[in-house]
């Protein structure tokens, strides 16, 4: 597609459910990446995916978190158990060659 | 340990005024220095980046300002416009993923 397409735009869930966000990317774009943003604050990476390598998890908070890639094409990043802390804006990027991160508009997450 | 330190965290400046952000960083391995705007309710998006074998690039009214011996680099908008108003973020890279600042909050007045 012509961007980075995120969905949903906005999500409120309960305290202790699960929640999946959905990250697509532009066609042809080998890099993935997903940032947390909090009220007010700066990106805060999670984790990166590079074609068919192992993704760089170093950046994700608990092991409530993960995420998955299908090949060069869609992820989806699930927070289980949520807490009110896991509030913020969920960023999706994607890039050719490493350089160049095209965002997505985010999913704004809130947990009541 | 915040690896790319970004100031002033906000900024208010009248139209036609020069805004100066800057950003400070340690690690020498860094190779790109992007900035990204983000206007409320979008993601970030790529405005300006510049390589370290360069001390000064300029795109339109922003231009970036490199100086390598102080690990300093810094964002500066010509005659700015209200429509510059948005959050403006550093941000460094050595291997991905990219490195942030914390952002800095523009209001640009009229």
């Known amino acids: 597609g012509a961007g980075v397409s995120q969905s949903p735009s906005n999500k409120v869930t309960e305290k202790g459910k699960d929640v999946e966000l959905r990250c697509d990317p532009i066609s042809g774009h080998t890099a993935l990446y997903w940032y947390r943003q909090r009220l007010g604050q700066g990106l805060e990476f999670l984790i990166y995916?590079?074609?068919?390598?192992?993704?760089?998890k170093s950046g994700l908070p608990s092991d409530r978190f993960s995420a998955e890639r299908t090949g060069e094409s869609v992820s989806t990043l699930t927070i289980q158990r949520t807490q009110q802390e896991d509030s913020a804006v969920y960023l999706c990027?994607?890039?050719?060659?490493?350089?160049?991160?095209?965002f997505g508009s985010g999913t704004r997450l809130t947990v009541v | 340990q915040q690896q790319v330190k970004q100031s002033p965290q906000s900024l208010i400046v009248q139209k036609g005024g020069i805004p100066i952000i800057n950003c400070a960083y340690e690690n020498t391995a860094f190779d790109y220095f992007p900035w990204y705007q983000q206007f409320p309710g979008k993601g970030p998006a790529l405005l300006i980046a510049?390589?370290?074998?360069?001390s000064e690039k300029k795109e339109g009214r922003f231009t970036i300002s490199f100086n390598k011996s102080a690990k300093q680099f810094s964002l500066h908008i010509m005659d700015s416009q209200p429509g510059d108003s948005a959050t403006y973020f550093c941000a460094a890279l050595e291997n991905t993923p990219l490195v942030f600042g914390k952002g800095t909050r523009l209001s640009v007045i009229a």
């Open positions: 510049i390589r370290p074998d360069v």
């Open positions: 990027a994607s890039s050719r060659l490493g350089l160049g991160y095209t």
């Open positions: 995916f590079q074609g068919n390598s192992a993704p760089d």
